[in-house]
């Protein structure tokens, strides 16, 4: 059985697909870190990933996880901040979260609370755009990678409704990245034309069967595409199974923490 809480192990998985639109490109995705002060070996395993080098870092959020998680989190994602990187933010930068049934997770899509934010979630913006990380919330942008220029289009956290589809380009974008993948968000960034989504928030199904079966994915993602990749709509899918989970449920059942070094082409 494999049973982690937030202190790990943690995975790097490696997957690799074929996009004809796109150069060769070696992209790390993170997501749900869901940081809380203390979580020395999660800060450890994200300060290592600097070591794979990669040409570009996909953050899919839900990055804070504590309301004195800011400090930590930044020192701990440092390292890689030095890579060119897009992000877009999960309901969990914007909301610390509160102790609830943990065995809601598995009755459906979790209800997000609509207090004011009590997180520092314009300090982690400010930080990462200072960094040179390209914001997608609900925005598109370019980055030249190598000799490519790569086009991205992104969308803010549709499981509280932050999102904008109508300020998508038609045909603008290469790459489509948000953090929970509700089918109509996964339909607006295919209508830029991006053949490569990005996305995190399910935690993989966080509470799974042997082998990794997936009960739930907190949004209406079919469930055998919790995590890893797969199609939508003409695109290739990766769902990220996350770094972390919520502080109030911290257990992840045949569900190892773990980031991906996706390599395109
Ligand atoms: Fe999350």
Known sequence: MFLATNAGPFELREVSLAADGLPSLRVLHISD?????GQRNKAAFLRELAQTSPDLVVNTGDNLGHKRSINPLLDAIEPLLGFPGVFVNGSNDYFAPKLKNPARYLLGPSKQDSEPSTL???????????????????????????????????????????????????????????????????????????ELLFAGHTHGGQLCLPGGKALVTNCDLPTAQASGLSEYGGAKL????????????????????SATLVSVN
Request: glycine residues 8%; hydrophobic residues 35%.
């Open 238 to 257: 990766h769902v990220s199974a996350g770094m972390g989970c919520s502080i109030y449920a911290p257990l992840r059942l045949f569900c190892p923490p």
């Open 33 to 37: 870190v869901h940081f809380a002060p």
């Open 120 to 194: 520092d979630t314009e300090r982690m913006t400010r930080e990462f755009e200072g960094a040179g990380w390209q914001n997608l919330n609900n925005r598109s942008a370019s980055i030249r990678l190598g000799d490519a220029e790569v086009s991205f289009a992104g969308l803010d956290d549709p499981h509280i409704g932050r999102d904008e589809p109508a300020t998508l380009e038609k045909k603008s974008a290469q790459i489509g990245v948000v953090h929970a993948p509700y089918l109509k968000s996964l339909k607006a960034l295919t209508t830029t034309g991006a």
